[in-house]
């Protein structure tokens, strides 16, 4: 049976999905893959849960997840101990064939990630961050594979980040079957936040801007500060990461964004935020009637064409594909030679732990059988 030694970093909600899965999954693997997938390693922020045998067993890989669903650190795990050098635990549990999978949401992980391919394993990542870091850290990450030459910069042999732009959407491997086409891509345009459609679906509804984002934040579709989705810098990562597979070499930095709130609120506390959303409710109204005036509905777009990235609120037309998006799906529309004037569109649940960790799963598999 082939096997594919695991070390996973992050056992926050998807890593914690993604233990569960392959677990689950195991007898389908073996039967219909003929694939083993142990895990050696499990690391949480300063801990790690470590084996020097085959693999963790599956009871603790379970027993795991819900002392981490107790906010335990894997430092005070019975099984565990305090890690301060992820480079390290890979080089001490690392085996051949190892692949490590990066489900925290850290710029942390990157040197260790870079230092896992430079030891010839493989590397899945949910984490968007490394990804939109310098411009040097991307191109290392992202064509490891390619005996460190210029030549065939887009075959990615080595790492796969398709959980990065939609969850389990097929966004990225879209991307890249289309460049491999020779189609040329002139536009991608989408909703890339299922917490800001949500919003927006509100909006669209009639509700005032304060109420549905309270809404949002009670469901927990928000951070605990939600903030740091309303500002956009989430949805500009995930942009940022297509402009790069475009062939772009442009940094976060270059990415226009208009947040969903003022810059004199960011100072407050989160409390004093909520209490302040109320001031907001007005222009929101005033933007969805200006759209609706003129047969179109208000998104929270990504756009990159033209060698530029933006993402804010933007008015769209109200029978397209983002004009009839509701609720929290993603959506993503590619517009190219081919696919014009209708665009190619890929559209569904575009967040939670269960939809990511799947696809982080499946990425794992295409390293596995590759």
Not at 51 to 60: H, K, M, S, V
Not at 155 to 167: D, I, S, Y
Request: glycine content about 10%; aromatic content about 4%.
């Amino acid at each position: 049976m082939q096997r594919a030694p695991l070390i996973l970093l992050g056992i926050g909600g998807v890593g914690s999905a993604l233990i569960r899965q392959i677990v689950q999954n195991r007898a389908h693997h073996a039967t219909d893959y003929d694939l083993e997938l142990p895990i050696l390693a499990l690391c949480d922020r300063d801990g790690a849960v470590v084996t020097l045998r085959d693999a963790i067993d599956d009871a603790t890989l379970y027993e795991v997840v819900d002392f981490k669903a107790r906010k335990g650190r894997l430092a005070d795990h019975s099984q565990g101990g305090p890690q301060h050098d992820l480079a390290a635990v890979i080089d001490i549990a690392g085996q051949p064939d190892t692949i490590v999978v990066d489900c925290t949401a850290s710029e942390a992980t990157a040197p260790v990630l870079l230092a896992a391919l430079a030891r010839k394993h493989r590397v899945v990542l949910a984490n968007k961050k490394p990804l939109t870091m310098q411009q040097e850290v991307y191109d290392r990450l992202t064509r490891a594979g390619d005996t460190e030459t210029r030549h065939a910069p887009r075959r990615f042999h080595r790492t796969r980040w398709e959980t990065t732009c939609g969850a389990g959407l097929p966004v990225i491997a879209t991307l890249n079957r289309l460049l491999a086409s020779g189609d040329p891509v002139t536009r991608i345009a989408g909703a890339f936040s299922g917490t800001l459609g949500f919003v927006m679906s509100g909006l669209q509804a009639g509700q005032p801007f304060s109420a549905v984002v309270r809404e949002a934040h009670r469901l927990g579709y928000t951070e605990p500060d939600p903030r740091d989705d309303l500002g956009g810098v989430d949805v500009a990562r995930k942009a940022l990461i297509l402009a790069r597979g475009l062939g772009w070499r442009l940094a976060l930095e270059d990415v226009a964004i208009t947040g969903l709130y003022p810059a004199e609120m960011a100072a407050r506390s989160v409390a004093e935020f909520m209490d302040a959303l109320p001031s907001l409710d007005a222009q929101f109204r005033a933007q969805v009637e200006a759209a609706a005036a003129s047969g179109k509905v208000l998104r929270y777009v990504a756009a990159i064409a033209d060698g530029r990235c933006t993402v804010g609120p933007a008015a769209v037309e109200a029978n397209s594909p983002l004009g009839h998006l509701r609720g929290a799906d993603n959506l993503v529309e590619f517009h190219t030679g081919w696919y014009q004037p209708t665009p190619l569109v890929i559209q569904g649940r575009g967040a939670g732990a269960d939809a990511t960790a799947a696809g982080v799963l499946s990425d794992i598999l295409e390293l596995a059988l590759k």
